[in-house]
Every structure is written in C-alpha cells, then in structure tokens.
C-alpha cells in the first residue's frame, strides 16, 4: 500500500496556526472580561488612604446636568470615594481640605488627538492646563519611550502604534505602509501586545482594507480611528468606521462631485495639495445640499464619534494674511460641527497640539470656545472634553466623570464655565489619580 508522505511543514505551520488560535481566543477572553481599555502609563497614587476633601465648590461632575453649588467631593487614595451637597456629605476628621470658594471642580480634561515625540516637558505642560488624559492617533510606540523615564507627572497616555497608511505613504516614520490583509492582521495584533488601545487609519489606506481593519479591531475590542482624505466619509462608514478625525475627513462625501474628484486628484499626485485643497473644497460646500443632510443622518445613525479638530483649521475673516475662500471654507467647518451635534452625532475635544489663534499649550482651551460658537452649550462642551471621550477611549468606567469608584482625576477651574466657557483658561488646580500635580515642578 502506499501511504503519501507527511507533509511536515503543512504540520508544522497547523499547529502553530492552532496555538495561535489559541492565544487570540484567550486574548479575546481577557478582553471581554476586562473590557474598559488601559493607558501605557498608570500614574502612581498616593500611598496612604489619607482623605482628601474639597469643599465649598461648584461641582460640574460631566455627565451634562447643571451644576452642583456648595458641593463637597471626598478623595480616598486614588478613587472618588463621595460627591454631593455639603449638608449631605461628611468630611472625615483630619482630611486635608482644598476650599473652592469661587471655583468649579470637573473631571480632568481628555483630549483625543494629541501628537508628541518623546517630550515630557510637553506632556508635563499639558497636564499642568487640565488635561489628564490623552490620545496619541498615529503615532509609533517608540515615539513615548521617554515616557518610562519621566520623574514628573504626566498624563495618562493611550496609543494606536503607527498609522496604517497606503502605498507610498505620507509620514514614513510615523506609518506603517500595508502590504495585505494579512499584514493588517499581524499589525493589530502585534499593537495590542504593545499596549495599543485603537487603531488609526491615514488617508492613503484604500477603502478595500477597512473591514479587514474593523474586524480585527473588533476581535480585540480595540476602536478604529480615521483621517479621511481620499476615501469618502460615507463609504468608510458604511464598512464600518465609527471614529472620525478632523472635520474635513467629511469634505469630499459633502462637496460637489466633480470639486470631490478635483480635489481627490490633487491629494493623489501630491499629498500637500490637501493642506490648501481642503480650504477650497470646503469653501464650495452648500452646506443645506441634500447632500449634506443624507451624509449626517448616515453618520447619527451609525454613531459615529467626531472629533474636529477645529482650531487647527481656523481661519477668520478679516485677517491679513487670511484668503477670503479660507475664512469661508472654516465658517462652513464650523457650522458642519453645529449641524452634527444637532442630529446627534457625538462631537469629542482634540486639540491636535496647535492652532492658528491659540495659546501656546492651550489649543484644547480653544477648540472649546469653537464648540460653543458652532452652538453647543458650555455643559455639553464640558462633556465632550470629559466622558464623551473616555467612551470614546472605551474607559468611561474609570474616568470622565466624577462619580463614587470613579479615578480621581479632577480639575479646579477659577470661575463657571457652565455659563462662560472661557473659564477653562483660569486652571487653579490639577489633580492626577489622587494627588494635586505640582505645576511649577521642572522637567528634564
């Protein structure tokens, strides 16, 4: 009888398929298990149960009621351990009391799209204007190596690993450039071996590979993100894309057709053709197009989260060195993120580090003001820098709100912002996983 001989490198690459299989079932086990997604870099707390008590404050705990005046907020170790009206929370004997008299205590500030390269001074200035937690879309591991090495405080940090990016790309040591569906498959899993808590799409990946991206996300219950350039925004949501970077990710699903295609050409022959094309194509948008309307119900409808961006792109009237078709193109920018919240879509605060008309360090402050005057109230603003984001972040169980359990990351604002939002200039106080941040400390 003859017997075919085994083939044992078939053998040998089953069983290891089989092992592999394996380990992504128990991944997936531990993930389902654990659901809320982790930073890179867990602060330390404080290393006593010591109370600390801060009294006599507005209370603006996130989650978009009013305000809350006279309120009381307990701090055991590193978790909220109470929240309410003064004359129905105790204080412990010998807590060490901050008073808020004048003042708004809110959750600590979550910016979901922040760039930065092995800066910890940076960081460390972030964190001292509010913002406890951040989002880095894009950028490689290696970029926060330096975060290891920090002797000051830094924000929490979640990364994505480099961006998934098209032949021949656009920032090379920022991406990784996808070869096939397979490759995408090792890529994401090797992220979330190194910490990676979502997935960040650039604008040269075609549309082909999306699901292919979406369902390995989902296998690891990690979020994708995208900056759309190239690839209409409604055909991405349709595969399935719920996280949208920068307003004008939605250019070229809202424009004319033929100014779309005009402006898709441009980018293809020269990526820097955008940094200009965008202004023009968004200053032709008739924003009342049933086009406009179809491509927003589209975006409620599958709950997709938008985070503009918007300082980084504006631009005002009136200004010297501002064309008149840029001024228009940002007013339509503007008043698209108005239209958004409105049918609601979940608008989230990223700063994207800079801004035209904003202080150095304080672009997140900015983009704020920019909600309200695309018409969103103060409250709602304060929500979507709070626990909009930590959905978005998939940690709303840990932080965004101040709530009993909750981390205690948490902010001391001079003033209301709940009826002036320009109060979140006037940060008193800053408060990481329990312990008041030393703003004035130096960093290396």
Known sequence: MNVKPMNTVKLSNNIVFLLGLGFLCLTNLAFAQNPSLLEVNPPEGPSNDQVRAIVNVRLIDGLG????????????????????????????????KTD?????????????????????????????????????????????????????????????????????????DQAALVRSTDHIQTLIKDYVM?????????????????????????????????????????????????????????????????????FREGVQADNNYRREGRYELWSKIDLSDERVGQVLALAAKNKVVLSPTLATFERQFGDD???????KGFQNMLDFVGMAHQVGVAIVTGSHNHGKYAQAGLAYQREMELFVEAGMSPLEVISSSTIHNARYFRTQDRLGSIEPGKLADLILVEGDPSVDIKAMYAIEKVMLNGEWVDRDEVVE
Do not use: C, W
């Open 65 to 96: 009621g009013e305000p809350l005046e006279n309120a009381v907020v307990l701090v055991k170790g590193n978790r909220i351990l109470e929240a309410g009206p003064a004359n129905q929370v105790t204080v412990p004997e010998g807590a060490e």
């Open 100 to 172: 808020g008299t004048g003042m708004s205590l809110l959750p600590g500030l979550i910016d979901s799209h922040l760039h930065n390269v092995n800066n910890n001074k940076a960081l460390h200035a972030i964190l001292t204007n509010g913002v406890t937690t951040v989002r880095d879309p894009g950028h490689p591991f290696r970029f926060y190596q330096s975060l290891h090495f920090a002797q000051a405080k830094m924000p929490r940090v979640y990364l994505t690993g480099a961006h998934l990016d098209g032949y021949p790309g656009v920032y090379l």
């Open 194 to 262: 190194q910490g990676g808590t979502g997935i960040k799409i650039y604008f040269r990946l075609p549309l082909k590979y999306y699901e292919t991206v979406f369902r390995t996300a989902d296998f690891y219950h990690i979020p994708v993100v995208a900056h759309l350039e190239l690839v209409d925004a409604d055909d991405a949501i349709l595969a399935g894309l719920q996280g949208i970077e920068h307003i004008t990710s939605f250019g070229t699903s809202l424009a004319d057709p033929e100014d779309a295609r005009t």
């Open 321 to 327: 060195d501002v064309k008149e078709y840029q001024a």
